[in-house]
């Protein structure tokens, strides 16, 4: 067995969307990569183990595809991809997560909102997910702070 490397650091990821897309199959998360997403990876042996976009939907900022390799979950990962992405903030951005995700979301700003007062699209989108996987109480979080804040 090798002996772990310095922590992996997250970085934006400019090469192959390939490779972020095989890593989405791979966590069982089936979506097409949208070209002008900001997206960060953290790597580990160059493998990618996390990957998260920032995207624009309907002229609003969208934070999606928060996804981590679950043997590495809960070891700091996640929160280090969007710190990353924290610069690339803009006033607001959403995402919607399982409740129980909520407080990892809080660490970098994002606040859970009603769904009236998201954008329709979101609110739209929450209530698909929630019919589609009940047990895991999706709600819709806002981050109103710039990137300084």
């Known amino acids: 067995m090798r002996p772990m490397q310095v922590r992996p650091e997250p970085k934006l990821w400019r090469d192959d969307l390939k490779l972020v897309q095989k890593f989405y199959e791979q966590v069982g998360y089936?979506?097409?990569?949208?070209?002008?997403?900001r997206i960060v990876v953290t790597q580990l042996y160059g493998v990618?183990?996390?990957a998260v976009r920032?995207?624009?939907?309907n002229e609003v900022q969208v934070l999606r595809g928060m996804q981590v390799?679950?043997?590495f979950q809960d070891q700091g990962f996640g929160t280090d991809m969007l710190q990353k992405l924290?610069?690339?903030?803009?006033?607001?951005?959403?995402?919607i997560a399982p409740i129980c995700l909520t407080n990892f979301y809080r660490k970098v700003g994002f606040q859970e909102i009603p769904d009236e007062m998201a954008p329709v699209f979101l609110g739209l989108r929450a209530v698909n997910y929630r019919r589609e996987k009940p047990k895991e109480n999706f709600v819709i979080l806002a981050r109103y702070?710039?990137?300084?804040d």
């Open 30 to 37: 089936q979506i097409k990569i949208e070209k002008r997403a």
């Open 48 to 50: 990618i183990i996390g």
């Open 54 to 57: 920032l995207v624009v939907e």
């Open 69 to 71: 390799f679950k043997n």
């Open 86 to 95: 924290i610069p690339h903030f803009q006033e607001p951005c959403y995402c």
């Open 145 to 148: 702070g710039k990137a300084d």
